[in-house]
DNA sequence: GCGTGTATAGTCCACAGTGGAATGTCAAGG
DNA sequence: CCTTGACATTCCACTGTGGACTATACACGC
């Protein structure tokens, strides 16, 4: 019974008392959202599961449909198992990079227009991670509570570093692609 | 009818000339592999769909159960519309840093073999990039055709900068927690 | 010529993850 | 009392992942 690592993130945060689905999702969007993605749909789906496999169980149900969990003693003991094992490898998925990977066939405005808007979002991002980090830090945080945002940093800085990088011809007009038909 | 980035890079593959699901899967692995995945279940899964729609055609078949597909007229308007669309944004799934998010309730040398080992990977991967790179220059390319790759490099060599800054404290024993079992 | 291992080639399935539509409830303010 | 917005959950179709399974072709050693 292997758990997979978003049940055991949603372990780890009802650690921190009984929170319902909708919650849950608000957590883990603040806590680990820059490096871990979950939706509602799949926060629900695990919850149900979760508590029929006796990980948590129902706390209290108030307005609304609201359902709050609490960790039961077994899965205080599955979230420990889980997070002993060793962490799997990063996944990247970036769409941009294949827009570029084809690029001789796209047109070169349309590739720089998509590039400028790319950096805007980085640019936000690292701008945002400055921010938290400084207010994190005048709330008397220390670096070790700040590890996974000085990633989010460091991968801004240099992702911001690269666009700032790319060669000019990538937005140049290219000679029409023969567009073989075949080989 | 949007197709999505799987499908549209399948289809830029088969600019190069006809080639099979096989074919494809390996193509891709080299070429976006380092910032795209893509498994074989989903081509073929892609493939036949996308024979059925009308975007690319039988080409040949060969010695097993080989089928190359050709791309159609269709196909290849279909590409050219999917990569002018604005690539969304990127994905990035880190196992290591939901470890880390939750290190308080881990001991301090089963994190520190888990840092070391992923360090580990990145380390040979920047080595690796470096060759690739080298090796691309050495047969004569230029920076635009190294674009992807480079970030790859600059990706890398961040990451491991962030190990190399990592508190020392993070791997130091840490009281244990209290655990409690509500708020 | 004859096995036999390895690379090639594809199929199938269960599960995980994504994103949006749909539904309903409560709280506050005009 | 009515509307608007935040809260809360459910459901669905599609996309993505990884492994098990089958089978064929070919190179090689004998």
Chains 1, 2 share one sequence.
Do not use: C, K
């Amino acid at each position: 019974m292997r758990l997979n690592a978003t049940v055991g993130s949603l372990l780890g945060f009802l650690h921190e008392g009984p929170q319902s689905g909708w919650d849950l999702v608000t957590t883990a969007q603040q806590v680990i959202g820059d490096f871990w993605s979950l939706t509602r749909s799949q926060v629900y789906r695990e919850l149900t599961a979760m508590a029929q496999q006796g990980l948590i169980e129902t706390a209290e149900t108030g307005p609304r449909d609201r359902t709050a969990y609490r960790l039961t003693a077994q899965g205080r003991r599955a979230f420990r198992e889980w997070l002993a094992q060793p962490p799997g490898e990063e996944q990247i998925r970036y769409p941009l990079l294949l827009t570029l990977a084809f690029a001789r066939h796209l047109d070169a405005e349309q590739l720089s227009g998509f590039l400028a808007s790319h950096r805007a979002v980085h640019a936000d991002r690292l701008h945002s991670y400055r921010q938290q980090q400084a207010a994190a830090l005048a709330a008397g945080a220390v670096a070790r509570d700040l590890v996974t945002l000085d990633f989010g940093l460091r991968y801004e800085a240099a992702v911001l570093d690269w666009f700032d990088h790319l060669p000019d011809d990538l937005t140049v007009p290219v000679p029409p692609v023969a567009d073989g038909t075949g080989a």
